[in-house]
């Protein structure tokens, strides 16, 4: 499973990119697999203020339905419109053309509960 | 594929002719008058008869095989209860008939209402519902008014995370947040976990007993103490209804709020979009915020009752899906009270059966004994790139409709089974071969049948993925 070392990561299986105050935000490759064919993503909308640990968009597979959690508190500047008409993009390019959003970082202190690719590595 | 009967029409065809210069009293102008032919198909008897033949070979259910879909209790439906449904008696009754003409499907419904607080140990039923979703969304409402009534702001609905997504679907419509309360291992709930959750601005919790595993919530009674407590109410949800009928009643455990699935349960037939019947049961604080009208007795006449100020009004049209009313009515009165219990042991018996057989080669989550259903993780035990819904579509290549697989979500590569009260140890036998056959034969030696599957049902592997991603919409 492909877990690469410049992200940071949550239980949850998402992960995070920190660009200065922005931080780039995706599901793992590990979720992308466990949830098997993406179909349907609910984006949230830019300007959209998010809390940490609150379910900030729904994907759906050919499995199920999975929340996707906000690793991080802060607004939402950008979001990744190529993968509502190709979702498929997320098992196919998870950390690159698939991530989800860019959000506008409002608290650092919440970095030390992210996990380094080492620690998520062992939880999978 | 059968064509449709537009296809199968042709001029040629020697065909029944409907007559359409019937006389008639009434002047009908001429520029009215139809002209042309009405554009029918015209198609032969037999033709006919061999289109619907067809179509109806292509259909599965329970009349073909065996039917183990975990969580939907796909039960045998008795051809009893459809020749009374289709009596003239009843299927030319108008609901807008005077009340004094209809006095008997009044207290058909009004019956079943007693029966099913009997069943079930509430104290008054509403019949309306046209679905188990349906009751879920009325009994959230009954439960929003009631707080409103006594001047509470409760906001939440707590739903553990092994629940029925309709549970949490509902709460969001009636208008709550929902607090997902994560269950253990087996499905059950955590007294410590609860307690966590359960502020004062809590409306209530829904619960699944037995629960989606199939194991019965042992420390209910706890459960419903400490919700009490906090002035919350407790949701019970009738899925399960199946496993306990005439051996715990749900009223007495201390549910104030359920639904019964009359489809489910009470055989009346189930799936491809309903029909269904999902009446709601309350307790007598409750019966007031119950959807109008409420089916009344005074002296020997049954009278629709409207004035109910605090009723959160009308959630269906008339007085239900009468027809699944009545089918569910002919079931219990035909078993009786001896007969519903004898049907719940037999479902649990059946499942753990079915699970004894199973338990000692495949991993299961929530112990070795159940309820009327189980369910079964095959994470450790795939292999050669074959996933739980590969196994799925091998089943249909032997002629069975596949369990319930990925649900609930809490177990990694589900399969849920219920076999319901009705069938044989020999069904469950073969049923039981194959799978393990599946599993420990074909996985290793012969993994393409798997992952080709199914070839042997009329629609070979269909590409789901591309159907939920770029649909073709016709109709």
Known sequence: MNVPNNLVYTKTHEWIKIEGNNAKIGVTDFAQHEMTDIVHVEMPEIGTQINKGQVILTMESVKSAFDIYAPLSGKIVEINDYIVSNPEIINQSPYEKGYLFIIEISDKNEFDDLLSAKIYKSLI | ?475
């Not at chain 2, 537009?6 to 019937?22: G, I, P, R």
């Not at chain 2, 919530?217 to 899925?239: C, F, P, Q, R, T």
Request: aromatic share 8%; hydrophobic share 40%.
């Open chain 2, 1 to 475: 594929m059968e064509k449709l009967l537009n296809e199968l029409s042709s001029k040629c065809n020697s065909a029944y002719k409907l007559n359409c210069d019937t006389e008639t009293d009434i002047e009908i102008p001429e520029n009215l008058k139809r002209k042309s032919d009405l554009g029918l198909p015209n198609i032969s008897e037999i033709d006919l008869l061999r289109h619907f033949t067809n179509l109806s070979r292509k259909n599965y259910s329970l009349s073909t095989c065996f039917y183990p879909l975990g969580s939907c209790t796909m039960k045998h439906n008795p051809l009893i209860n459809e020749r009374i449904a289709k009596n003239r008696a009843f299927n030319l009754i108008h609901p807008y008939q005077p009340t004094e003409t209809m006095q008997g499907i009044l207290k058909i419904i009004y019956n079943l209402e007693r029966d099913l607080c009997e069943i079930s140990g509430m104290n008054c039923f509403s019949l309306q519902q046209a679905a188990g979703a349906h009751g879920e969304f009325t009994g959230l409402l009954v439960i929003a008014k009631y707080f409103k009534s006594i001047g509470q702001k409760r906001i939440h609905i707590i739903v553990p995370d092994s629940a029925h997504g309709t549970n949490s679907a509902s709460a969001v419509m009636a208008g709550f947040n929902v607090i997902p309360l994560k269950s253990n291992p087996d499905g059950s709930i955590s007294i410590l976990k609860l307690k966590k959750i359960l502020t004062p601005d809590v409306a209530g919790i829904m619960l699944t007993v037995p629960n989606t595993l199939g194991v019965f919530e042992k420390n209910i009674l706890e459960i419903s103490k400490i919700v009490h407590k906090n002035g919350s109410l407790l949701y019970y949800d009738g899925a399960n209804l199946n496993a306990i009928m005439g051996i715990v009643k749900p009223g007495d455990m201390g549910f104030d709020v359920m639904h019964i699935n009359l489809h489910k349960t009470f055989s009346a037939p189930h799936g491809g979009g309903g029909p269904g019947s999902g009446p709601v049961g309350v307790k007598t604080f409750l019966e007031p915020f119950l959807p109008v009208p409420r089916i009344k007795k005074k002296k020997s006449k049954f009278v629709l009752d409207y004035e109910k100020h605090n009723s959160i009004g009308r959630v269906k049209a008339f007085f239900g899906n009468f027809p699944i009313i009545l089918k569910a009515y002919v079931y219990i009165k035909s078993l009786g009270a001896k007969g519903l219990k004898n049907a719940s042991e037999q479902a649990v018996l059946n499942a753990n059966y079915m699970l004894s057989k199973f338990k000692n080669k495949i991993t299961v989550p929530a112990g070795d004994k159940c309820m009327h259903e189980f369910v079964l993780s095959l994470k450790s035990l795939l292999k050669n790139n074959i996933k739980t819904v590969d196994i799925a579509k091998r089943l249909l290549d032997y002629g069975y409709y596949s369990p319930t697989i990925y649900f609930p979500l809490i177990v990694e590569e589900a399969v849920m089974i219920e076999p319901t009260e009705t069938e044989s140890k020999k069904t469950l036998d073969l049923f039981i071969n194959i799978f393990n056959n599946i599993l420990f034969e074909e996985m290793s030696k012969k993994p393409h049948k798997i992952k080709e599957a199914p070839v042997n049902t009329p629609l070979k592997r269909l590409n789901e993925i591309e159907a939920a991603r770029k649909p073709v919409l016709k109709w």
